[in-house]
């Protein structure tokens, strides 16, 4: 039917252009002829004024001794030709067959255009092309097919569990019997949920390349229109096609761009949004079982989808993908690397052990990095070096050796990193010091990094307490050297992390007892930039801040009183780190024992993070520099 319509539109076009061609072809002379009455035409020819004259039908057009040229319509009675010969005008005639289909083509003409138009746009609105002006209600999924760069489960490390949740799907689709015998049925839909970067939508091109069935990839975003009705037709012609396909997978990535919770938008039930949710909800599972049609989804925030989207039936399995561990990050360095020549000296568990926190795709662009290094001197392959480097490029960002700085400038950063460190040691809940440096890099002018050793799944007071101390302690390390009237905005990077961390715990972990064990985070002003729900009066707001500051406040005093009993070894630090400009976890113990940061029964030189590194880590986050010049891991929830 559409070829049908295809062709006859083309036709109408070709008519359209010959009656057009035809008009203006013949009727160009009549366009520049001035038109005048019989008798006029008549007294011309008896007076001589006449040159040439030719007879198209009723139609007579001639030129006058001047060359100006004139038309005129004859009666139908006249005797024009005896008229001409009779006074010797020559005359030529015109072929008439045609006249008649001429002239009903032009009467056909407006007809045929708006016939033309109408197949037009009932072809697009019909479905006729998804790329067409009216092709919106068309699903933009497409049909994987992984005959290059196939990917499986071989491919996919460091999230076991989540692999093999997903390995049961592919072994349902290859072997139903095996589950249904025993009253088993295929899961509807699994819903994958993780942090940015591990490995989601790998594992949904692992499962394509592993189940040897029809696999559709879509976007969340794909569905969505400025049109209402639009992203529901989508949804519709998605699961028409994978019915076709049947048994097939489906998967859509970033969910949440459509699988928002309703009644929080603007439009209430009329919003676009809402209807593609709905028609979502009804294909998924209503009154129509969709048989053989696996969804599986991917989103990093499931907190704002939709319950009715996530109750069984729709999403049977919520898959979580989280940030790998020591064991997960050394398989899958070893997948990445793969294609990557190492030197002898690599140990991919060391740089699995000094990377926590790392996702599969920061520890994928540490890989990359590292082999740019190494291509950038010309090596033949990569080594412990270049790795290190990377890491660091990676964790703190480029070094910016270009940046001109004033031994005075240097100074400052030298103190007031040391400071950091020399608390972050002292103190024995703090995360042990991975490396210090005041060479600017990214936005900071210096910066140290603490890689916490323990898996670290929640925050103890006691534990926050001392990492505010070792935020502070830049800033109480600058007003102990150079007074307060002297202090610089280096510590304004401090300042922001301690000011999140003390309102997390008086706010969000209630560990201030005078504002108790209430959750205030949405309905304190500022915080989030959300005031909604809960209402708070002016005395607990004030409370609030008296709280957070007196929290931070300690923490400074407490950072104070360490640098002062430490004075020596805070000194020592500072002048090591002018002189060495980066030090290691190892080499700063050295260096404040007075000692020289090298010594010749050194290691490797892999900068552990401690002498009893624990093979665990993997903390909620990974370390972020931060502008103000220094980089500690943030706070979790």
């Known amino acids: 039917m559409g070829n049908a319509r295809n062709i006859a539109f083309w036709v109408v076009l070709f008519l359209l252009i010959l009656a057009l061609f035809n008009l203006f072809s013949g009727g160009g002379n009549t366009l520049q002829s001035r038109e005048i009455s019989y008798s006029e035409f008549v007294r011309a020819v008896e007076s001589q004024n006449v040159s040439s004259v030719t007879i198209d039908g009723e139609q007579v057009r001639y030129r006058s001794d001047d060359g100006q040229d004139y038309v005129t319509i004859k009666p139908e009675d006249a005797e024009i030709t005896t008229l001409l010969l009779d006074n010797n005008v020559p005359v030529s005639a015109e072929a008439q067959e045609q006249s008649g289909f001429q002239a009903f083509m032009l009467s056909l003409l407006p ?33 994987l097919t992984e005959k290059h760069g196939r990917v499986t489960f071989d491919d996919v490390a460091g999230i076991d569990e989540a692999k093999e949740e997903l390995e049961e799907i592919v072994e349902f689709l290859r072997n139903p019997q095996k589950f249904s015998r025993l009253g088993g049925k295929i899961p509807k839909g699994a819903l994958l949920v993780g942090p940015p970067g591990t490995g989601k939508t790998l594992l949904a091109r692992a499962i394509a390349g592993e189940a040897g069935v029809p696999f559709f990839t879509i976007s969340g975003s794909d569905f969505v229109e400025m049109f209402v009705g639009v992203g529901a037709s989508r949804v519709r012609d998605m699961f028409e096609q994978a019915k076709k396909n049947a048994p ?27 209807q593609t949710l709905n028609q979502l909800l009804v294909e998924m599972d209503g009154f129509e079982a969709n048989e053989g049609v696996i969804i599986i989804a991917a989103t990093n925030r499931k907190d704002v989808l939709d319950p009715a989207l996530l109750r069984p039936g729709r999403f049977d399995r919520q898959v979580t993908v989280p940030n790998p561990d020591i064991k997960g990050r050394e398989k899958i360095l070893g997948v990445h690397a793969r294609k990557t020549p190492l030197g002898p000296d690599v140990d991919l568990r060391i740089i699995a052990r000094g990377t926590p926190g790392f996702s599969g795709a920061d520890l994928a662009n540490l890989v990359n990095e590292a082999a740019l290094m190494a291509a950038r001197v010309g090596r033949r392959f990569v080594t412990m070096d270049d790795f290190e480097n990377a890491k660091d490029k990676v964790m703190m960002g480029a070094e910016r050796r270009s940046m001109v700085l ?12 040391a400071g950091h460190a020399i608390v972050g040691l002292t103190l024995p809940q703090c995360d042990p010091v991975y490396k210090a440096t005041i060479i600017p890099r990214g936005g900071a002018l210096g910066m140290v990094v603490s890689l916490p050793e323990i898996d670290r799944l929640n925050w103890h007071k006691s534990e926050c307490e001392e990492k505010l101390a070792m935020t502070m302690a830049g800033k109480a390390a600058e007003i102990m050297k150079y007074g307060e009237g002297n202090v610089s905005n280096g510590p304004a990077g401090d300042i922001q992390q301690a000011s999140a961390l003390a309102r997390a715990m008086v706010l969000r972990w209630g560990m201030s007892d005078k504002v108790g064990n209430i959750d205030y985070a949405e309905a304190h002003e500022g915080y989030q930039g959300n005031t909604a729900g809960l209402s708070v009066s002016a005395h607990t707001k004030e409370l609030i801040e008296d709280e957070v500051k007196r929290f931070i406040q300690d923490a400074y005093e407490t950072a104070h009183k360490i640098l002062t009993d430490r004075k020596d070894e805070w000194e020592r630090l500072a002048q090591g780190l002018l002189e060495y400009e980066t030090l290691t976890g190892e080499e700063i113990k050295r260096v404040i024992r007075g000692e020289p940061p090298q010594s010749e029964d050194d290691d490797d030189g892999t900068g552990a993070v401690e002498e009893k590194p624990s093979l665990t880590a993997i903390p909620k986050t990974k370390p972020k520099a931060k502008p103000s010049g220094d980089m500690e891991p943030e706070p979790s929830a």
């Open 111 to 143: 007809f045929l255009l708006l016939i033309g138009v109408w197949i037009y746009f009932m072809n697009r609105m019909q479905g006729g092309g998804k790329g067409g002006a009216m092709g919106f209600g068309k699903s933009k999924a497409k049909l």
């Open 248 to 274: 097939c997978i489906v998967f859509i990535d970033e969910i949440d761009a459509v699988g928002r919770a309703r009644g929080q938008g603007y439009g209430g039930g009329n919003d676009e949004r809402e």
């Open 406 to 417: 004033t031994d005075e400038q240097k100074e400052k950063t030298a103190y007031h990193e």
